[in-house]
């Protein structure tokens, strides 16, 4: 089912600027952490849209629709769950890469869609961000532009990219 939903999230029929499936996991798991309840129709125009939150698939059919729709529900009441009843259970759904013959996660994309969970509720999040803000350190490194400019000045080994990207479940759970 997961990848059913990864095709047709990177499929013409989506906006271009649709989440990929580790940017909907991030996301998924913001939404079910976020102080406030997020309607399915709230929640989904962020998916299509991770810029604006407007723009909307062009599904071929209604059958389409529900088969993608209830397959992004479904996968947020499986984050929801988890992290409300096994949390030690829960592992964000990283992507990696081979790099300089390693292979290493790739946790930008995943920081992105936890970013934009946050960022669509800010005023409710705030009192946790500035209470606790370690707990937000790799996300708001790899999942914003002023992250990305922190780490361009000073990168990361591969080493403290990896334990960074080990950080991620802990802090998620510690958040939730």
């Known amino acids: 089912e997961f990848d059913q939903l990864d095709e047709f ?12 499936t580790s940017m ?8 079910a952490s976020g102080p406030n309840l997020v309607m399915p129709h709230q929640m989904l125009r962020w998916v299509w849209d991770t ?3 407007e723009e909307s698939p062009e599904f071929t059919s209604n059958k389409e629709a529900q088969t993608i729709i209830g397959l992004v ?8 769950q988890t992290l409300n009843t096994a949390p030690q259970d829960y592992e964000p759904r990283i992507m990696e890469r081979e790099h300089e013959g390693r292979i290493v ?3 930008d994309e995943w920081c992105m869609g936890y970013y934009i969970g946050i960022a669509a509720d800010m005023s409710a999040w705030t009192p ?9 350190t790799t996300i708001l490194l790899y999942g914003t532009d002023d992250g990305w400019q922190t780490l361009k000045t000073r990168p990361f080994s591969v080493e403290e990219h990896e334990a960074a990207a080990e950080s991620l479940g802990d802090s998620v759970r510690r958040i939730h």
């Open 51 to 53: 810029e604006g939150g």
């Open 73 to 80: 529900l479904r996968h947020y009441q499986y984050v929801n």
């Open 128 to 136: 946790l961000l500035v209470s606790q803000p370690e707990l937000f």
């Open 9 to 20: 999230l990177m499929s013409e029929e989506a906006p271009s600027d649709t989440m990929d």
């Open 24 to 31: 909907l996991d991030g996301y998924l798991a913001a939404v």
């Open 105 to 107: 996660s790739v946790i």
